[in-house]
């Protein structure tokens, strides 16, 4: 409305004085952030510069201006895409010029550069064969004084096995030490494994990217290793037999230019003070040749990628501790060295520096993973994938999010956004020197004219010159699994990952389980023997129209609310959640019956269902692969690392820990999306079922409703009305297939059909039916599956949260049941006050015969099985 814009800045604060606070914008800036935003000035340009970085494929910000004290400006930041999740491909096709600008802000534009030509260019564009490279090196040599060439590099030439052959090196150059033949031609190990064994003082050879290594398993390495005596280094990794001249080779001492000699001069290490031995392939450090008596100036090492398996934990951590001049060490953690920084750091007490974080620094903030050195994710692609498809797999390190609200509701989906080429630019540091915000700005003062902008500040002083910083992770420390999370955007140690992984699933592998034994039924008929109905209260429509038995007397809760007077009820049954608080309230008593169990939690909500199913069972082949990633994000990434390894299927699912109708879930193969996808609510990310039985190609699940009368003893029913779900699409794991919701969703909730405009029901028996002939399956053998499976979901219910017993509850569930394309059953959730609209709207032959089932009578069914004792149209388990 026009007498609520925003014209002054007392408007302003009186409007946003609740966005203001919580965006932590320091209240100095707040009338600097008024002028900007309503004179809409974006001078970013006249204080920052974006530079490439990483060979082009990352940007970084540059501060241009003399010097920026802390909190003394702040800048306007826009945001070049907004999106909803599931709208994010659709866009990125329809757009003009989104898919273009997107690509160029995260750097994937350009295509990887072609592979180098087979000849060397020199200088002058004159290019080189074999021989002239050979004769150049040989006339190099002489310039420095060896009076024989003992280093060689044919790197990248085309060399095949025929022309190795003929240039005949070993009887040319009896005396080379070290030779390169990298990304060659070569094929034939027998062909390769005579010519160099011949070299007799060989003591590095690199044979890295020819398909000979790809044919010879093994055996040319043993039998080149037997040969060449002296062989220090071959392919990059270090020989059981390496001593001080491959430790001088990292160290810088010997190369290219100073290859040494035969006989080495005595203690050529003594002044070595930074050692990088990283990936080494070293299974054996206790080597005379790596001591401190040998480098006792050492200070800087690099241990990280060695297995060091010959070594126990002690003796390597005595051998380091021989170092007094060690003050900074890198090393894999969990590693060699142990599981814990801390516990690294207090055995080498000399150290500094651990992984490029300081000790005080370690010890501060508890942690016992650090590393401060880790290689950023660079997106990869390949030259035929399209712009959007490459944007899609790299947004996910660039984006944020925040969630919009009124004064009457939270929005149910999230919105995402990219900030402009100046703030994209904006790298991660554990210590920044900027802080970014979102900010809605509500020029008209309502939700209505909002527009989103991010608003950056200096937290210190920066000067000219100086990389301009924020922290992807502000406020979220370890007790929120920073280090894990930092995993959306770094290659964080996987080691660590793994292990962690190993050890949860070591863990639910060694449960057991033993089910209780199935006793006689305690309830009893609510009939009353004066014949006066029940009264039953309710804010649910089919009930009070279908409840129609004179045995029951409908009571409608005025407006969904309990205070209106339930006392006189006899059965309570409402979908809001009755707490033990509410019933203080309302005068709810146990005398009253009332359709939800206490601590049913353990079921309906997804992460407590997957953890009561895993304390009981573990791995049950009908459960998913399941984390909660508030508790086992580190697990979860472990597995991603593992099926990786391995070559499995890495697709997941996210689902939100309470939220029905599919709302907020995403399928996703990335990793980083997975991390990201935290930051909108606590989920659940559970393996995806990419082979599913499919009816007609498409997707399906199916709808059971289960009726419990009691947790202890545990009686449980199943009605004879469940129904089946289809998906809109044939189903497809195709990447861009993944945003469909019609795809790879079943539930079509209201507003859904009312978009799409249509509904894909079938009734249950001709399904049925028609599957049967489909995949010549019968579905009594799938069906007595599916009853096992859901008897055991309650019996680890009852069994390991004896809280839901209580003898005056009674209760409906859903249960959602999908099938693999063997034909088991996976459990998807348990759902309280399932929607019955479908078992009330049809009436249904029940599968394996009986009497129809009138839609109109389920509730009557329902009711007359859960009060009256009563067993039509349902099973027990």
Known sequence: MVENKIETYEDFVKVHGILLAASGIPSSLHRLLFQKLSSETFDGGNFFQVEPCEDGRQRRLILTSELLEKESNL???????????????????????????????????????????????????VELNVAEIIESEVRKSKERGDETLRWLELEELGLDDSMLLSLDLPSEFPDIIGVSLCGNKLENPHLVMQEISKFKHLRALWLNDNLVLQSCDGYMADTILQECSSLEIYNSRFTSSFSEWALGFCAGLYGKENPGCVNQRNHPLHGVTSLNISNRGINNLINKAFSSSEMPSLSNLNLRGNSLQQNSTSDLLDLLKGFTCLHALEVDIPGPLGESALEILENLPNLSLLNGVSRSNIFATGKHVVDSLLQPRIPEWSPKEPLASRVISAMWLYLMTYRLADEEKIDETSVWYVMDELGSALRHNDEPNFRVSPFLY?????????????????????RKGEECTRDFLFGIGEDKQRSARLTAWFHTPQNYFIQEYEKHHKNLQSTTFIPPVVKPSVTRSLCRSHGRPLRVYTDIPHVEDYLTRPEFSIRLLGMHNLATGPKDADIIWVGMQVDEETKKATGITEQQYINQFPFEACLVMKHHLADTIQKAYGTPEWLQPTYDLEMHLSQLVGEYYVRKREGLNNLWILKPWNMARTIDTTITGDLSAIIRLMETGPKICQKYIEAPALFKMKKFDLRYIVLVRSMNPLEIFLSDVFWVRLANNEYTLDKNSLFEYETHFTVMF???????????????????????????????????????????VFESAAALHPEMHSPSSRAIYGVDVMLDSSFWPKLLEVTYCPDCTRACKYDMQPIFGGEVVKGHDFFNDVFGCLFLNESSHVTPL
């Open 75 to 125: 800048f306007l930041v826009d945001h070049a895409w907004t999106f909803r999740l599931s709208d994010a491909y659709k866009q990125l096709l329809e757009v003009p010029g989104l898919a273009e600008r997107m690509a160029s802000l995260m750097c994937v534009d350009i295509d990887p550069e072609s592979d180098s030509e087979d000849n060397v260019v020199t200088e002058s564009g």
């Open 750 to 792: 209201d507003g859904f059909q009312n978009y799409r405009g249509r509904l894909n029901h079938m009734n249950t028996p001709d399904f049925v039916r028609e599957f049967e002939q489909e995949h010549n399956v019968k579905w009594l053998d799938i069906h007595l599956r599916i009853q096992k499976m859901i008897r055991a």
């Open 442 to 462: 509500m020029p008209e003062g309502n939700l209505t004219s909002a527009v989103s902008f991010s608003i950056l500040w200096p937290t210190c002083t920066v």
